[in-house]
């Protein structure tokens, strides 16, 4: 039997051959990885939000490390479910890989603009047993095709004095920690001086145990919708990605308004 360094050896040039650049495209970024997460305390209609890093191998997933960016390879014996994101708690308020009901959003490195890039987000009410309607607006100061997740698979949350307590599509109940996983689907838009992209994400009417929504509009200057954008890269000349909104210490672009009154 060969020596298990030399198997690996040629493991990763298989890998690397069937990688192909370390640039990723969008088209190299379409594999899916499921939802694996338990639904208890939270409506099932939750989504899924897009992968922009990370590329299928032949022998492997390749998967964005939180702390350098780069890849890594994970246990090819893994099903694709088993090495979406990674779990931690926020108990003590640190950055959580999680997004759960009744947690401080706690976001340490996000802004409205990255990259040339602005996120600004506006709502308006249409019901007062539903959602607020919420508009996400991207403006460019060069022109720019963004590569992202569908505007339905934008996570946005509703905040209580900087608590969560619903939104989606990824949301956890109180206590749950399990991964959340994601499936990759990739779109775009185009955007650049006097060429805004308005989109509209559709309304998340998940709210966390014990909270209605006709309570949450008898007091709606409490609330806060934040609309949360993943990591932005240059991937090219006017070409740019949107990636996953998860870990929280990640440099994320967020826009937030008030809940209409």
Same mark, same amino acid.
């Given at each position: 039997?060969?020596?298990?360094?030399?198997?690996?050896?040629? +493991? $990763?040039?298989?890998?690397?051959?069937?990688?192909?650049?370390?640039?990723?495209?969008?088209?190299?970024?379409?594999? @899916?990885?499921?939802?694996?997460?338990?639904?208890? +305390?939270?409506?099932?209609?939750?989504?899924?939000?897009?992968?922009?890093?990370?590329?299928?191998?032949?022998?492997?997933?390749? =998967?964005?490390?939180?702390?350098?960016?780069?890849?890594?390879?994970?246990?090819?014996? &893994?099903?694709?479910?088993?090495?979406?994101?990674?779990?931690?708690?926020?108990?003590? +308020?640190?950055?959580?890989?999680?997004?759960?009901?009744?947690?401080? $959003?706690?976001?340490?490195?996000?802004?409205?603009?990255?990259?040339?890039?602005?996120?600004?987000?506006?709502?308006?009410?249409?019901?007062?047993?539903?959602?607020?309607?919420?508009?996400?607006?991207?403006?460019?100061?060069?022109?720019? &095709?963004?590569?992202?997740?569908?505007?339905?698979?934008?996570?946005?949350?509703?905040?209580?004095?900087?608590?969560?307590?619903?939104?989606?599509?990824?949301?956890?109940?109180?206590?749950?920690?399990?991964?959340?996983?994601?499936?990759?689907?990739?779109?775009?838009?185009?955007?650049?001086?006097?060429?805004?992209?308005?989109?509209?994400?559709?309304?998340?009417?998940?709210?966390?145990?014990?909270?209605?929504?006709? @309570?949450?509009?008898?007091?709606?200057?409490?609330?806060?919708?934040?609309?949360?954008?993943?990591? =932005?890269? @240059? =991937?090219?000349?006017?070409?740019?990605?949107?990636?996953?909104?998860?870990?929280?210490?990640?440099?994320?672009?967020? +826009?937030?308004?008030?809940?209409?009154?």
């Amino acid at each position: 039997m060969r020596p298990l360094d030399s198997q690996l050896r040629e +493991g $990763l040039a298989v890998v690397a051959d069937a990688a192909g650049p370390v640039g990723f495209t969008a088209e190299s970024v379409t594999g @899916k990885v499921r939802r694996r997460r338990r639904r208890s +305390g939270v409506a099932a209609g939750a989504g899924v939000a897009a992968l922009t890093l990370g590329v299928v191998a032949a022998t492997g997933w390749f =998967v964005a490390d939180s702390r350098t960016g780069g890849p890594v390879m994970a246990d090819p014996s &893994h099903a694709p479910a088993d090495v979406g994101v990674s779990t931690g708690a926020a108990t003590s +308020g640190s950055p959580s890989t999680v997004y759960m009901c009744g947690e401080r $959003l706690v976001l340490p490195d996000a802004t409205n603009s990255r990259e040339g890039l602005t996120l600004s987000v506006s709502a308006a009410k249409s019901g007062s047993n539903v959602g607020p309607d919420v508009t996400v607006t991207f403006t460019a100061g060069t022109a720019v &095709h963004v590569t992202a997740s569908p505007p339905a698979l934008f996570e946005m949350l509703y905040l209580d004095d900087g608590i969560i307590v619903g939104g989606g599509p990824m949301l956890n109940p109180p206590g749950d920690m399990t991964s959340q996983g994601i499936d990759a689907i990739g779109t775009g838009f185009d955007v650049g001086p006097g060429h805004p992209s308005v989109q509209q994400p559709g309304r998340r009417d998940t709210l966390c145990q014990s909270l209605s929504w006709s @309570k949450v509009w008898s007091a709606a200057h409490r609330y806060e919708v934040v609309v949360l954008q993943g990591r =932005v890269e @240059k =991937v090219g000349a006017g070409q740019l990605t949107l990636g996953i909104p998860l870990p929280l210490d990640t440099p994320l672009l967020v +826009g937030r308004v008030a809940f209409p009154q």
